[in-house]
C-alpha cells in the first residue's frame, strides 16, 4: 500500500535558522502530497498541497515541491520563528478517487528556541 | 477558519463497554472521515462517509466499529464492545468537495482509554 516517510523524528533549531524536513513517498499512482501542521492540543492543520511534478506549495513562509522522480516533498522555511514549534506532516492522497484518504507520515517534531 | 468540534475530548471506560465518540463538522461540509492515532505511532485512516455511505474503510475498521451521521447531527463512531487495543486519540475530520477542493478539515481529537 501507499506510505510516507519522514526522515527526522524531531529538529531542533534557533531562531532565524533554516529548516529542512525531509518526506519521501512511496505509491502506486499518482498521489497528491500535502503537509499538515499540528499545535498542542488541536487537530492537524492543513497548510498547503502539491498534485503534480515540479508543482511547489507554500504557505506561512513553507514550501515544497512535488519531485515525482525522487518521490520527494521536502519541507522548507528559510528563517524559523518560536512560533513554528509544532509536529509537522507529510502526507499523500490518492488522487484517482478513493475520496481522498490521507496516508500521513510519522511526524516530524519541530522545537524553535529563541 | 472552519472548525470542526469533537465530544468528549476524553473518555475513559473499561473494556467491553460501548463507546460513541462525537464530532461536529464544519456545517457545509459533505465528505466526513475518522482516523486513529496510538500514542507513539503515526494516524492512520479509519473510515470516510458520504451521503449516508461508508465509502472506503481500512483494516483498522473492525467489525465492532460503526459510523453514521442520523439527520444532519454529529457524525458518529461507535464502537461496541471495546478491546484494550482501541485505546487512542481519534480525529475527526471533514471536507465540502465542491469543486473539487478536498481540503480536510480535522477537530482536536478524542482521547480514549479502554481500561
Known amino acids: 500500500g501507499d506510505s510516507v516517510t519522514q526522515t527526522e523524528g524531531q529538529v531542533a533549531l534557533s531562531e532565524e535558522d533554516f529548516l529542512t524536513i525531509h518526506c519521501n513517498y512511496s505509491?502506486?499512482?499518482?498521489?497528491?502530497l500535502f503537509w499538515y501542521v499540528q499545535y498542542p492540543g488541536e487537530g492537524p492543520q492543513f497548510l498547503f498541497r502539491?498534485?503534480?511534478?515540479?508543482e511547489k506549495g507554500s504557505s506561512r513562509g513553507f514550501e515544497a515541491t512535488y519531485n515525482k522522480e525522487a518521490t520527494s516533498f521536502h519541507l522548507q522555511k528559510a528563517s524559523v520563528q518560536e512560533s513554528d514549534s509544532a509536529v509537522y506532516y507529510c502526507?499523500?492522497?490518492?488522487?484517482?478517487?478513493?475520496?481522498?484518504?490521507?496516508?500521513f507520515g510519522a511526524g516530524t517534531r519541530l522545537a524553535v528556541c529563541p | 477558519g472552519p472548525k470542526v468540534l469533537q465530544i468528549p475530548s476524553h473518555q475513559i471506560i473499561d473494556m467491553g463497554q460501548m463507546v460513541t465518540l462525537n464530532c461536529d463538522p464544519v456545517?457545509?461540509?459533505?465528505?466526513f472521515y475518522w482516523y486513529k492515532q496510538i500514542l507513539g505511532q503515526q494516524m492512520e485512516f479509519l473510515v470516510n462517509?458520504?451521503?449516508?455511505?461508508?465509502?472506503?474503510k481500512s483494516k483498522l475498521f473492525k467489525d465492532q466499529f460503526s459510523v453514521e451521521r442520523p439527520d444532519g447531527s454529529y457524525f458518529t463512531l461507535k464502537i461496541q464492545p471495546t478491546a484494550l487495543e482501541d485505546s487512542a486519540v481519534y480525529f475527526c475530520?471533514?471536507?465540502?468537495?465542491?469543486?473539487?477542493?478536498?481540503?480536510?478539515?480535522f477537530g482536536p481529537g478524542t482521547r480514549l482509554t479502554v481500561l
Open positions: 475530520a471533514s471536507s465540502s468537495g465542491l469543486g473539487g477542493d478536498y481540503e480536510q478539515y
Open positions: 505509491a502506486s499512482g499518482y498521489p497528491a
Open positions: 502539491a498534485s503534480r511534478d515540479k
Open positions: 502526507a499523500l492522497s490518492d488522487q484517482a478517487g478513493s475520496f481522498n484518504k490521507l496516508t
Open positions: 456545517s457545509n461540509h459533505l465528505y
Open positions: 462517509f458520504y451521503n449516508g455511505k461508508v465509502m472506503e
